[in-house]
């Protein structure tokens, strides 16, 4: 055995028992996460004032924040749980970016009477950086602390515990020695 086998040994472990712990914690599904969303904002606009095509009331579940999880999910393909990813999104609402809305794939339009999605434009617009910053956070948030990774840092911070970058195996006592012919 090399003295690198050992070193290597640990980190495959280590990388097994953190895709086991993250496999077994709690997933948040999308469907869901807007109410977390809310919990963490609760002053961020709803926007659910639209009718349902199927029961002709008012669809109050149909919010602002799940359309826009919707859209980063499933009509973009984006990851949720990174900061840049959605203010990519952000920056799709803003009209900032080549990728812009489509009418036809808006999340809503084809349970809502009425396409919401110039209103959701609209009301992402209307929010100021701040407003912005925190409902990046909030999302973020909601779907790290929920896959077993813990909370993301916000741009600037130092993040807490261990890295996902690999483990480099620290020299122990009697390594020179292997090294010897």
């Known amino acids: 055995m ?25 997933q948040v599904r999308v469907q869901d996460a807007w109410k977390l969303v809310y919990e ?5 606009p709803i926007e659910n004032n639209y009718i349902s095509k199927e029961t002709g009331k008012v669809a109050p579940t149909n919010t602002l924040v799940g359309r826009l999880i919707r859209y980063h999910v499933f009509v973009k393909g984006r990851p949720p749980n990174y900061r840049f990813d959605w ?3 952000l920056a799709d609402y803003l009209g900032a970016t080549p990728d812009y809305l489509v009418e036809s794939v808006y ?3 084809d349970v809502l009477r009425s396409n919401p ?9 209307k929010l100021n ?3 912005r910053d925190a409902l990046v956070q909030a ?43």
């Open 2 to 26: 090399s003295a690198l086998e050992p070193s290597l040994l640990r980190s495959s472990e280590s990388a097994s028992v953190q895709r086991v712990a993250q496999q077994s914690a709690p």
């Open 40 to 44: 963490k904002l609760p002053d961020f």
């Open 87 to 89: 203010k990519l999104s």
């Open 107 to 109: 999340p809503g339009k």
């Open 117 to 125: 999605m110039e209103q959701d434009r609209a009301a992402i617009q």
């Open 129 to 131: 950086r701040a407003q």
């Open 139 to 181: 999302l973020v948030d909601v779907f790290t602390e929920n896959s077993g990774r813990g909370p993301t840092p916000a741009a600037g911070e130092k993040p807490q515990g261990r890295s996902n970058s690999p483990e480099i195996p620290q020299p122990q006592p009697g390594d020179a020695k292997l090294l010897a012919p």
